[in-house]
């Protein structure tokens, strides 16, 4: 099993002034301490679970940007992308230039978007849920044949390619991990497209994962081909006090085929924090 730091905050105490700094040392002290991936959110506001509408929020690929610049072993990826924010030959062309960028290290974590209000705010597009959810495909669609030797056209319902050039291609293919746990749509184009499922740690994820295989046999992929993985709290305490408890819940994933585990560390500010994490969890969920 692996770990994984999700930055959601950028509300930082030194403010904008200092923020790129404080990014920075966060996305190193994860690294130095085996974290696997470090990621941000896709958003152009703060969302309600993690703080005010006005607190500071920064784009996603111009941040995956710099920390590519400033470390250089952790993935990177937006967790997760609004597939209907870019046009999806855009967004297969930034994926591609972060992977170039930091050697290899992209990923594309994406999903349909759900935040109207930002959307509606900025005008971004935000069709109706079906729609997304067609263009989340096409988008998918897109970025394996962006990826690919056919730089021919591509003509779907809603985008229509000429010619999907893309020099320089990426290292590496980047894997595709498609976040939520929609039981119709979701788990359907993760069987079909992705590398990576992001669910919750609910009491449903079992059946999740029970619905993930069989839209796998549908489909004719290798259930054990995808990388399971859980967005969940870290709170071990800056002391780690918590550690016991937190190695259980982890324990408790590991026995259902969660791979990794992604999650805002609380006080992750402090770099002692992390430091808990590097000597008493990472070494010792390694093994599982």
């Given at each position: 099993m692996k770990l994984g730091v999700h930055i959601a905050d950028f509300t930082f105490p030194g403010g904008p002034r200092t923020l790129a700094d404080d990014l920075a040392r966060i996305a190193?002290?994860?690294?130095?301490?085996?974290?696997?991936?470090?990621?941000?959110?896709?958003?152009?506001?703060?969302?309600?679970?993690?703080?005010?509408?006005?607190?500071d929020m920064l784009e996603a690929y111009t941040t995956l940007g710099y920390l590519a610049a400033r470390t250089s072993t952790v993935e990177l990826l937006a967790w997760v992308t609004a597939a209907v924010y870019r046009a999806p030959g855009l967004l297969a062309k930034q994926v591609s230039t972060l992977?170039?960028?930091?050697?290899?290290?992209?990923?594309?974590?994406?999903?349909?978007?759900?935040?109207?209000?930002?959307?509606?705010?900025?005008?971004?597009?935000?069709?109706?849920?079906?729609?997304?959810?067609?263009?989340l495909e096409e988008a998918l669609q897109i970025c394996r044949q962006m990826w690919s030797d056919d730089d021919g056209?591509?003509?779907?319902?809603?985008?229509?390619?000429?010619?999907?050039?893309?020099?320089?291609?990426?290292?590496?293919?980047?894997?595709?991990?498609?976040?939520g746990g929609g039981e119709?749509?979701?788990?359907?184009?993760?069987?079909?497209?992705?590398?990576?499922?992001?669910?919750?740690?609910?009491?449903?994820?079992?059946?999740?994962l029970d619905v993930l295989r069989a839209h796998c046999e549908r489909e004719g992929r290798d259930y054990d081909d995808i990388e399971k993985t859980v967005m969940a709290p870290f709170d071990v305490g800056p002391d780690g006090a918590g550690v016991d408890?937190?190695?259980?819940?982890?324990?408790?994933?590991?026995?259902?085929?969660?791979?990794?585990?992604?999650?805002?560390?609380?006080?992750?500010?402090?770099?002692?924090?992390?430091?808990?994490?590097?000597?008493?969890?990472?070494?010792?969920?390694?093994?599982?």
């Open positions: 190193q002290a994860a690294e130095q301490n085996a974290f696997a991936r470090v990621s941000v959110m896709d958003h152009v506001w703060q969302i309600s679970v993690v703080g005010p509408e006005d607190h992977d170039v960028l930091s050697g290899g290290r992209a990923m594309l974590g994406i999903g349909a978007a759900w935040n109207e209000a930002e959307s509606r705010g900025l005008d971004l597009p935000f069709p109706p849920t079906a729609e997304r959810f067609e263009r056209p591509y003509r779907g319902t809603h985008y229509t390619l000429e010619r999907t050039l893309n020099v320089p291609q990426p290292l590496r293919t980047p894997p595709i991990l498609i976040g119709r749509k979701t788990l359907r184009l993760v069987a079909k497209y992705a590398q990576a499922c992001n669910l919750f740690d609910t009491p449903e994820l079992p059946h999740k408890d937190f190695l259980a819940t982890l324990r408790r994933l590991a026995d259902l085929g969660i791979a990794h585990v992604h999650g805002r560390p609380a006080g992750m500010w402090d770099r002692r924090v992390l430091d808990v994490y590097g000597e008493r969890v990472i070494p010792v969920v390694a093994d599982w």
